[in-house]
């Protein structure tokens, strides 16, 4: 493979006439591995993983319409629903003709790409899930305190303590909490400021808000996800931050309950697991798609 193939490119394509930014790297003819990324950050997330893959993987990472450095267009000219978020996502594959994929899925990006799933169960080889939640267990109960609140209700009220949630202080403590002392040296800061930046853009509070407003749709077709690992018996392999508070372990364990032959890692992080365990979380899929995908070494 030469070496430019190995570089990771900063593209864009136009999916109905909005700006798609995404990161690619690795051979065009090597197995796909598509990344969807979560709140509030974007492709940027997966910029220590895609180097470490691109010598046996194709790897596209998209930045979901609204994050990142997609086009963000208003409230009132975008439905900003997980729905709509998936149906984008399945345009954006089908755009650079991507037909047969792996999922890598972290938070927001487990709606998404779940939803893709079920749309086009044979597109989608195996499932790697990074604090990427799919049962009601998963749910830690203070984190999703407020959001559920929201749901339940969306007032003045309501919405403030989940308008701080995509504050800088609110994004660091995403990154923060639940990473041991012996591995805080090693989350940098940039990606908590990176973040931030792009959340405080002129309209991404009704973005934001009305996103998390509709977060409850995801939690009436858990039943239809769970259904859908155990007819299709996907392989999936959970890399799961064990300190994360706003997905717990128990989501991770849960998924054995449908997938019996799933790969279940809990490791000593948090929510955003590649900032410390990059080079673990690699060799896990590097290994788990060779075995279970019938991915080539």
């Known amino acids: 493979m030469s070496s430019t193939e190995q570089q990771v490119h900063h593209r864009t394509v136009t999916v109905r006439g909005h700006e798609i930014f995404y990161r690619e790297a690795g051979p065009a003819d090597a197995p796909v591995l ?56 399945a345009e954006f594959t089908e755009a650079l003709g991507l037909d047969r994929f792996a999922l890598y899925i972290q938070d927001y990006g487990a709606p998404i790409g779940l939803r893709l799933a079920l749309a086009h169960p044979e597109r989608v080889t195996a499932i790697v899930t990074q604090n990427g939640n799919a049962y009601e267990e998963g749910l830690g109960a203070d984190a999703w305190a407020p959001v559920l609140a929201l749901i339940a209700e969306r007032t003045p009220e309501t919405e403030a303590p989940v308008r701080a949630i995509r504050s800088l202080d609110g994004i660091k403590w995403q990154y923060e909490t639940g990473v041991p002392a012996e591995f805080r040296e090693l989350l940098s800061p940039d990606a908590w400021h990176h973040d931030a930046a792009l959340m405080a853009r002129d309209g991404q509070d009704a973005v934001q808000l009305g996103l998390i407003a509709d977060y409850g749709s995801n939690f009436a077709l858990y039943p239809a996800f769970q259904e859908y690992f155990r007819t299709t018996e996907v392989p999936l392999l959970a890399v799961w931050g064990e300190g994360d508070e706003v997905f717990v372990p128990a989501g991770a364990k849960a998924f054995l309950r449908d997938l019996p032959d799933a790969e279940v890692h809990l490791l000593p992080t948090g929510h955003f697991a590649l900032e410390t365990h990059a080079p673990v979380i690699s060799e896990l899929i590097g290994d788990f798609l060779t075995r279970r995908a019938g991915v080539r070494p």
């Open 34 to 89: 598509l990344l969807l990324h979560g709140f509030p950050t974007s492709s940027h997330m997966f910029r220590d993983l895609i180097p470490r893959l691109a010598d046996r993987f194709r790897l596209v990472a998209p930045d979901h319409l609204g994050f990142g450095r997609s086009a963000a267009p208003s409230a009132t000219d975008f439905d900003y629903t997980f729905a709509e978020l998936a149906a984008l996502t």
